[in-house]
Structure formats: C-alpha cells, structure tokens
Nanobody, 121 residues
Framework: QVQLVESGGGLVQAGGSLRLSCAVSGRTSNNYAMAWFRQAPGKEREFTARLNWNDGRTYYADSVKGRFTISGDNAKNMVYLQMNSLEPEDTAVYYC??????????????WGQGTQVTVSS
C-alpha cells in the first residue's frame, strides 16, 4: 500500500510561481512512475507531468511544457512540481499519483487527496 499526501497549493497571481510537494509513504518500487494530474472545475482529470522513479525520465503535457518541472527526491520519498509562469487556466485541483510502469504505460493505482491551486488574473 502506498500513501500520497500533497501540499503547497494556494492562491497566486498570474505570472507567479508555486511548488507542490507530494510525500510518499509505504511500499514503492523502483519501477514506479510518479505523476501529477489536475482537474479543473467542470472538466475531466488530465495528465500534467510524470517522473520515472528509477531512470529519472520526465514527461509533460503540452500545456505545461517549459513552465512546469517535476522532480523527485528518492531519499526523502518526495515528489515535487515546480510551477512557473502560472496562468488562470492552470487553476485546478492537483493530484499526486503513483503506480507501476507496464508495457501499456503506468497504472496509477494510488492517489493523493489533492491540493487546490487558484491563479487569479
């Protein structure tokens, strides 16, 4: 079982920055993918960024590429999402997710409770 707890959300003006944190506890595997998803009001949850726990490779949604950076600290069991140049369209609840990488892609079986990010114009 894996537990994920997000923190760091809040209210920020457009153009500002926030860093989200995800504390990971429980039994994980080096073959895990760690990811951030977000869900805006009235919209479906969407992929934002992903980090492979073992090789450090990262992946981003086109909408955040060049503005957001996902990183991890294996020793501290933490995953971060640095968000720069925030736009009102980034307003959403952000979720941390974890799961095994498979040939079909990561299977995100574990989710945090989410943290609200609000960007004012």
């Amino acid at each position: 079982q894996v537990q994920l707890v997000e923190s760091g959300g809040g209210l920020v003006q457009a153009g500002g920055s926030l860093r989200l944190s995800c504390a990971v506890s429980g039994r994980t595997s080096n073959n895990y993918a760690m990811a951030w998803f977000r869900q805006a009001p009235g919209k479906e949850r969407e992929f934002t960024a992903r980090l492979n726990w073992n090789d450090g490779r990262t992946y981003y949604a086109d909408s955040v590429k060049g503005r957001f950076t996902i990183s991890g600290d294996n020793a501290k069991n933490m995953v971060y999402l640095q968000m720069n140049s925030l736009e009102p369209e980034d307003t959403a609840v952000y979720y941390c997710a974890a799961g095994l990488r498979t040939f079909r892609g990561p299977q995100y079986d574990y989710w945090g409770q989410g943290t609200q990010v609000t960007v004012s114009s």
